[in-house]
């Protein structure tokens, strides 16, 4: 049996830890007969890392986070990092609990995973969204297949992002907290493209009136993060006649916010997913 090593690329890290430390961890999986061996190496003192730490601080300075995990140590030590700490108003395990938290404390903003030591990430969002539709939604999830994306999209998450991303590189954690911050919605490519409809007619009641391209091409924007004046400047209108661009395309597609606008069209099929 063969053993293979790949070395991950460094993780830009947003834990808030000052000292060097290099840490290596590793695990085994089977792959068509192979033995696979995979090294990831924290490097805790890299100039991505320090950046990412001030963008979450910026980020997280008014914010009010509850937070709702199944998995106990990853939800004592998220709610414990610098410089989300100072931001949590409440930590919960279960649906219920969560639920609670949110009617209580009113939070800015609700991350949490699909699996809870009883009820479901996505009824959680859910609950969330209808008691509380100005309180952002971050999902992170374990599971990447094409229902789960759907189930997280279709309960309206403003936000999100595989577990497997973190410390991949690909910062979505930090993009997705910046994306939040400017109002947008957050579903990199691979979400976009398994939340995507592959049968768009498919039980799906007729829209209210066909979208213009222009429309699309906005709701597109809006589906890829993009502000009102990143997409302006990308079409070459107006921020005004992007508005109007979006309060059209949601009547259209029966949406009440931008989130569910963006879910729409994906779920209709109408936008491409890629970049």
């Avoid at 995979?38 to 509850?66: C, K, P, T, Y």
């Avoid at 979400?191 to 409809?197: E, M, V």
């Avoid at 006649?241 to 963006?262: F, I």
Wanted: proline content about 4%; glycine content about 8%; some cysteine.
């Amino acid at each position: 049996m063969a053993v293979e090593k790949r070395l991950l690329p460094p993780l830009p890290s947003w834990l808030g830890l000052s000292r060097r430390l290099l840490c290596r961890s590793r695990c085994a999986s089977l792959e068509k007969g192979h033995l696979v061996v995979v090294w990831m190496e924290l490097r805790l003192d890299s100039r991505g890392l320090h950046q990412a730490i001030d963008d979450a601080a910026r980020f997280f300075q008014n914010q009010r986070l509850v937070v709702c995990c199944g998995d106990r140590f990853t939800l004592t030590c998220l709610c414990l990092t610098e410089p989300i700490r100072r931001s949590v108003v409440g930590a919960a395990t279960t649906e219920d609990e969560g639920f609670d938290l949110v009617l209580r404390a009113r939070p800015s903003l609700l991350i949490c995973t699909e699996d809870l030591e009883s009820g479901y990430g996505m009824n959680l969002l859910k609950r969330v969204k209808a008691e509380l539709p100005g309180c952002q939604l971050l999902i992170v999830l374990v599971r990447e297949t094409q229902a789960v994306v759907k189930e997280a999209m279709e309960a309206y998450a403003d936000a999100v992002i595989f577990k497997s991303s973190l410390g991949s590189g690909n910062g979505d954690f930090i993009q997705a907290l910046q994306t939040l911050s400017q109002g947008g919605v957050y579903f990199p490519e691979d979400i976009r493209r398994l939340g995507a409809s592959q049968d768009p007619k498919q039980d799906l009641p007729p829209l209210i009136e066909e979208l213009t391209e222009r429309e699309l091409e906005v709701v597109a924007g809006v589906a890829r993060g993009l502000t009102n004046n990143a997409i302006g400047s990308c079409l070459g209108i107006s921020v005004e006649t992007v508005k109007t661009h979006v309060v059209n395309a949601k009547g259209k597609l029966g949406a009440s916010d931008r989130t569910q606008m963006a879910v729409m069209a994906l779920i209709y099929g109408l936008i491409d997913p890629s970049n």
